[in-house]
């Protein structure tokens, strides 16, 4: 039989560490959901210690995931460790994550801790941890650029004290495949101890290597383990992309020798529901799940695939989920299709309450749309009107007028709390005037880094247009997301939805720094 790879999911984590990228806890929980269908093996589903915020997404994830285990970031200290420990306390299945630095870089200018005490410290915090719980994992954050004398000697005490899993971080995308792949194996080779542990990779793409180095380091190092995130999020250049990881492996199973468990078919709608969900917005020329990967163009291709597919395809665009666009609803669609459809794509709400308010949206988009698609109703339920979350600014109405030559003009009703507001500006475009109007009553004082509005559903202009806003305000960076049939309301929707992200002021502190 041929060895498992484990698949580590921290899309929660490290990708969520991306400026932008933070999520509430409902939309954490349906992604996790999602990781479930996918049968990640493990679900890194935050850091319980950094905030109330990540606490509590973490305590709800342990609560309802069952399959995947559910794992939490620690510092390597007590206080870290048990608050991993609480969060994950109704977990079917749980691991702590702990780790510390041991690069001389790290140690000396960031925790200015001696090599001796850094030892130390990971040597407790793993004693500490496992009474904690029996699955522990430790990472020596910037592993790759630490001295091999010391890191084997660190690896080797954490192993002693009971770690499980060893995880080897290039923390900052330094990574070359043959290098960090034989950096692998040394310390493999030299922890007299090392077969006690399981071996993972964690890579980030500053370099565009994660993926290469993580196979590499499955490859020559004989890692175990593979830390990832959908789409590749991740801070700077992001992480190492689950999809191309776990499609090379499969694909290339000749060369790797090894078995995933995931259901690739459920690789795409991870992707969409990760993009929809941070407004992170997948290159259409990426890897699996681009919307190209499997589109042919030119002739030439376009005549092998019909006659014998494998001329230009290595892997089968059903099985990593890709389907045409199915039409799964329309306006005379009731309440119990529109249910069942929920069930079918994995979305559950929390309350009937949630339910009527996603079919009223629903019938509302079906009036003014005739063909309802599954990304549709994906962001439909993402919607603050239908879960209710952290909804202090709510859009009640918008009307615009623009004609060629005159300058746009804007009416905005929403609401902040109980409170209506009514604005009118004009502005360069409709959208403009729009977002003038919202900030005239406001004032938020926020700075937009980011505006871009693109199709929910390709090949018609039918479809819903997807707006993602960025802002940043106060040292702190959200991005909203609002769709709509109209890209001006859209527009207002994803202002109103950044700024209600802002508004939620879950500061938390940074796993790295
Ligand atoms: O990149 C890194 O070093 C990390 C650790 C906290 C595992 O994400
Ligand atoms: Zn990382």
Known sequence: MADKLIIFDTTLRDGEQSPGASMTKDEKLRIARQLERLRVDV?????????????????????????SVVCSLARANDRDIARAAEALKSAARSRIHTFIATSELHMEKKLRMS???VLEQAKLSIRFARNLCEDIEFSPEDGYRSDPDFLCRVIEAVIVEGA???????????????????????????????????????????????????????????????????????????NCSLEEVV??????????????GIDTTQIVPASRLVSQTTGFIVQPNKAVVGANAFAHASGIHQDGVLKARD????????????????????????????????????????????????????????????????EDIIALVGDESVTHEQETYRLLSLEQQSATGERPHAKV?????????HAESEGNGPVDASLKAIESKLKSGAEMLLYSVNAITSGSTESQGEVTVRLQHGGRVVNGVGADPDIVVASAKAYLSALNKLHSKNERVAAQG
Request: proline share 2%; net charge negative.
């Open 413 to 421: 009703a929403f609401a902040v709390g109980e409170t209506e507001f």
């Open 247 to 260: 499609m090379a492996v499969r694909t290339r199973r000749d060369h790797f020798g090894l078995d995933v």
């Open 115 to 117: 090599r001796e005490q």
């Open 311 to 374: 001329t230009y395809e290595i892997m089968r665009a059903e099985d990593v989920g890709w389907s045409a666009n199915k039409i799964v609803l329309g306006k005379l669609s009731g309440r119990n299709a529109f249910k069942q459809r929920l069930q079918e794509l994995g979305i559950e709400l929390e309350s009937e309450a949630d339910v009527n308010a996603a079919f009223a949206r629903f019938k509302d988009l079906a009036d003014r749309k005739s063909d309802i698609f599954d």
């Open 164 to 238: 499980t899993t060893i995880n080897v971080p290039d923390t900052v995308g330094y990574g070359i495949p043959e290098l960090y792949g034989n950096f692998i194996k040394m310390l493999r080779e030299r922890v007299p101890n090392s077969d006690k542990a399981v071996w993972s990779v964690h890579c980030h793409n500053d370099l565009g290597m994660a993926v290469a180095n993580s196979l590499a380091g499955v490859k020559i190092g004989g890692a175990r383990q593979i830390e990832c995130t959908i789409n590749g999020l991740g801070e700077r250049a992001g």
């Open 43 to 67: 679900i890194e589903a935050g850091f319980a210690a950094s905030s109330n915020g990540d606490f509590e997404a973490v305590r709800a994830i342990a609560d309802v995931i069952k399959e």
